[in-house]
């Protein structure tokens, strides 16, 4: 839930009915559904752990290029 | 049959009894006249209303590296390979961005919001991180473009970084997505300046139509530096902070699963549109590759300069000028990218039309990305020219985890309902992610054993 709490928040007696007639509800600050955790499988589980491992090791990478070229002769 | 998110919204007589946020009231605004147009039956009225998120997000991957990176690659290969290849890849971009549009639309949440959700604060954390690292690189390089582009007509460096701050604060300071909006597509226009530049560089026309069917010529074969140039130009279409912006955008801009296919003609009117501008920068540094002007070095303003002697001051201006946009728009928005993923993982009101005094760390969070960056590229003798060179590979190598999450999401039925995607979808998203983890690879490669390719 957001914002349920802002000062600017406007009262539901406040005639706002054509708010209600142009917004979906799930557009609503207050109303945003939450959609709760996924079960993630074995398999996906390892598909995101090694692209993570990827990116580390991407990084590592880069790193090397940094020091590199920061040490290249001129 | 698995239980639809829309079950679990508050029932219909209980809607009418929640609070309205001066967010909500800014968003119904804009709804209301999209419904009025709708009814109306007005489609071009319709079309302007709604697009805006496409365009920006596409016209805003035109940034500072990007440009740097096309006038890089018309000066050192000419009229050849890269015109298609440059098309293949903003093609690329489409596919995946549409899909950012369709979850946007269906679950009115941001990109950050759902990996929180749906994986968990961890795996939403590192999604952030890399969101934040990268970004805050490309907004320094950003920076570094404005300079360039305002030092071509001797703007001091602190007048053009600092200008360049007080236009993005100026903009978030409306509280009103519509009006930022509005303003950055009024600069995001004059990416299009590169295409008279191009024209005064006099390209050959059955050479550009050449290319474009025979993928060719490629002088100097496959090496090292042609590879690399490969990776450059990828980094400069698809890149992770598009598509958190592009979602986070559809949802601050309130659209809905019936706006969808504006959505996408919108996507695709900005990668067309980015993609004519990348060219027109390849054309235009042509002649820099038929006078044999060695570019490798190049860095903004320098191209500029060199063009002068090819398609006169004019022209030479128009490039500069170009350039401050490219940085300017994308300043914009991936400080905007950062700072809505920042209040999606935090669980704040991730919205541009959220008022200042309710929702001050968001905006604080958008202003210190950009503030920090602004002051790094003033840091005298900071690597600036190895961060503009690196930001792309960045981008690439940091795509794949991202796009794998964008598809388990577009895959996720429980969310994504009847827009989940279609198996054509998945042969095309999961070909761009094995694309780019292709592209990394070959770069690490490359990296590790240097010698593998000639190097010249």
Not at chain 2, 61 to 68: K, W
Not at chain 2, 297 to 318: E, K, M, R, T, Y
Request: proline share 6%.
């Amino acid at each position: 839930m957001k914002n349920t709490d802002a000062t600017s928040v406007s009262s539901p007696h406040d005639n706002h009915a054509w708010v209600h007639d142009v917004l979906e509800p799930d557009q609503l600050a207050a109303a945003k559904p939450q959609f709760g955790l996924r079960k993630l499988g074995a398999g996906t589980l390892l598909l995101l752990w090694i692209l993570r491992i990827y990116v580390l090791l991407m990084i590592l990478l880069i790193s090397y290029q940094v020091w590199k070229a920061f040490h290249a002769k001129p | 049959m698995k239980e639809r998110y829309h079950l679990r919204l508050p029932a219909p007589e209980s809607l009418k009894d929640l609070p309205i946020s001066q967010e909500d009231l800014k968003r119904a605004e804009d709804r209301r006249d999209v419904k009025r147009h709708r009814e109306e039956r007005r489609p071009i009225k319709l079309f302007w209303l709604l697009l805006g998120p496409g365009i920006l997000v596409m016209l805003g991957e035109n940034d500072g590296p990007s440009m740097i990176s096309y006038a890089t690659t018309g000066a050192t290969y000419g009229v050849g390979f890269f015109l298609p290849f440059i098309l293949l890849t903003f093609a690329m971009a489409y596919v995946v961005q549409e899909m950012t549009v369709r979850l946007g639309a269906v679950t009115k949440k941001g990109h950050a919001e759902l990996i929180n959700e749906r994986f968990g604060k961890f795996w939403g954390w590192f999604a952030m991180g890399d969101l934040a690292f990268g970004n805050l690189l490309t907004l320094v390089t950003e920076f570094i473009a404005i300079r360039a582009g305002l030092g071509f007509f001797h703007v001091p460096s602190a007048l053009s970084v600092f200008g360049a701050f007080l236009i993005i604060v100026g903009a978030v300071a409306t509280q009103r997505y519509w009006t930022w909006e509005r303003i950055v597509l009024s600069f995001a226009v004059f990416n299009l300046i590169f295409i008279p530049v191009a024209v005064l560089a006099h390209p050959v026309p059955t050479q550009i139509v050449k290319a474009f069917f025979s993928w060719g010529p490629i002088p100097g074969g496959v090496n090292a530096s042609f590879i690399l140039l490969v990776m450059s130009n990828i980094g400069a279409t698809v890149t992770p902070w598009m598509l958190f912006f592009q979602q986070s955008a559809v949802v601050d801009k309130g659209l809905t699963p019936t706006d969808i296919s504006h959505g996408r003609i919108d996507t695709a009117l900005g990668a067309l549109l980015a993609a004519i501008a990348a060219i027109a920068t390849v054309l235009a540094c042509v002649p820099l590759f038929t006078s044999h002007v060695d570019a490798s070095n190049f860095q903004g303003a320098d191209f500029a300069q060199a063009l002068v002697p090819h398609i006169g001051s004019i022209g030479a201006s128009l490039f500069a000028l170009g350039l401050f946009e490219a940085g300017i728009v994308a300043a914009l928005t991936i400080s905007l990218s950062s700072a809505y993923a920042f209040g999606e993982v935090t669980g704040r009101s991730a919205s541009i039309n959220s008022p200042i005094k309710e929702n001050l760390p968001f905006y604080a969070f958008l202003l210190a990305a950009a503030g920090i960056a602004a002051l790094l590229v003033l840091i005298p003798h900071a690597p600036l020219v190895f961060i503009t060179l690196i930001v792309n590979v960045i981008a690439v190598l940091a795509m794949p985890p991202a796009i794998v999450f964008l598809l388990l999401l577009v895959n996720d039925k429980e969310i994504m309902g009847e827009h989940a995607n279609r198996p054509l979808g998945n042969v095309f998203g999961i070909g761009v992610t094995i694309f780019l983890i292709l592209a990394g690879l070959t770069y690490g490669i490359l990296t590790i054993f240097p010698h593998l390719f000639p190097t010249s």
